[in-house]
C-alpha cells in the first residue's frame, strides 16, 4: 500500500517561495506517475503538477507554469514541490498523490499541507 506524506506548507508573504515534501513509501516507484494537487476553501481540487518517476517528464497546470517546479529525489523515494513567487490565489491545503502509469486516475493521496500566502 502507497503511503504519503506531505510537509512544507506555511504562511508565506505574496512574492516569497515554499518547498512542499512528499515522502513515499510502500511501492518501488518506478512504474508511477506522481503529483500535486490544491483545494482552496469553496473551489474542487486541482491539478498543479506531476512527474513521471521514472525519466522525470514533468506537467504543469498554466497556473502555476514558470513559478512552480516538481522533481523527485529517486534515492530518497521523495518529491518535492517549489513553489516560487506566490500569489493570494496561491492559498490551499496542498495534496501529493500517486498512480501506476496504467491507472486512469490518481488513488493514493496524502493528507495535505496548508499553503496561506498573504497580501
Known amino acids: 500500500q502507497v503511503q504519503l506524506v506531505e510537509s512544507g506548507g506555511g504562511l508565506v508573504q505574496a512574492g516569497g517561495s515554499l518547498r512542499l515534501s512528499c515522502a513515499a513509501s510502500?511501492?518501488?516507484?518506478?512504474?508511477?506517475?506522481m503529483g500535486w494537487f490544491r483545494q482552496a476553501p469553496g473551489k474542487e481540487r486541482e491539478f498543479v503538477a506531476s512527474?513521471?518517476?521514472?525519466?522525470?517528464?514533468?506537467y504543469y497546470a498554466d497556473s502555476v507554469k514558470g513559478r512552480f517546479t516538481i522533481s523527485r529525489d529517486s534515492a530518497r523515494n521523495t518529491m518535492y514541490l517549489q513553489m516560487n513567487s506566490l500569489k493570494p490565489e496561491d492559498t490551499a491545503v496542498y495534496f501529493c498523490t500517486a498512480r501506476t502509469v496504467a491507472a486512469n486516475a490518481y488513488d493514493s493521496w496524502g493528507q495535505g499541507t496548508q499553503v496561506t500566502v498573504s497580501s
Open positions: 510502500g511501492r518501488t516507484f518506478t512504474n508511477y506517475f
Open positions: 512527474i513521471r518517476w521514472s525519466g522525470g517528464s514533468t
